[in-house]
């Protein structure tokens, strides 16, 4: 379990490796499909009071691509286990601004994580980036490839940070993370974005700004098919965690076939649908996967 010692020793010294993989030596590029080369669709789907329903079938599903129906060739219902990764990510311009820091503030953000922790089987520890490092997107990078590699369908990269750039970083000299955004693109599982913040408004993230980090992780999460969302230390941070976590766990995980596996770097819209006779529900989910080029 993770506590508040572990997060001031992890911010002072190393990471803290992933339970589900050994990061070194893994090779870039995360593969877009599965076995038999299906396209993985998580769905989450809620009633309107926005509370996950996990009660439906395969039957209940409709799912399309390019507007045309496709054969649902895999599913995993919600509630299923789930290999979850977790990067924890901070600046020192941000909430915690010191390695040693104990408060109320560190201990609200490792609680937050430790929620987060819980939607997986069995729960990870955390990679956590050294206080102020600006290795956020090579550590991504590694997560995504070593997720990627392992067995089964129903997998979520987590990340919490204050999306701040490191202190000694300026907005001009911060380099585009454009092999870790790509490979979101191709992703076969969704990535979502934790802002841990003390503003109950939450930052503006912008490219070419001390918030450029959080703006690409955004992107990262919107292209895999994942969700970007705001938590507000001494607030409502324990909140979004939870419901984060309760998403994650009752997902539901569709494959199929595409019929156009060309290798065009092309994007094919994806569309899910619940059979009216299963009732009225609100979907999210992937809405186009790309097949990289070559």
Known sequence: MLNARNVAAGLAVSFLVLSFAALPGVDAGPAQTGPGDLIYVPVVVT???????????ETDFQLLEDNKEQKIASFSAAGEPTTVGIVLGLSSRGPVTSPGQLDRV????????????EAGTPAPRADQIPLDADSMFSVMQKNMDALAKQPGSRKVLVVVSDGLNSSQMQPSNAPLPKAAIEGSKAL???IHFLTVTLDRAGPSFQEGTNWSTGYYLQQMADFSGGESVLGQIDNDLSRVATTLRDRIKNQYVLGYKSPNMAKDGKSRKINVKINPSAGKFKLT????FIVPKG
């Open 188 to 190: 076969p599982f969704p």
């Open 285 to 288: 989910f992937k809405d186009r």
């Open 106 to 117: 560190t201990k609200d953000i490792l609680n937050a994580v430790q929620l987060i922790s």
């Open 47 to 57: 009633d309107n009071k926005n509370v996950p329903v996990a009660t439906l079938k």
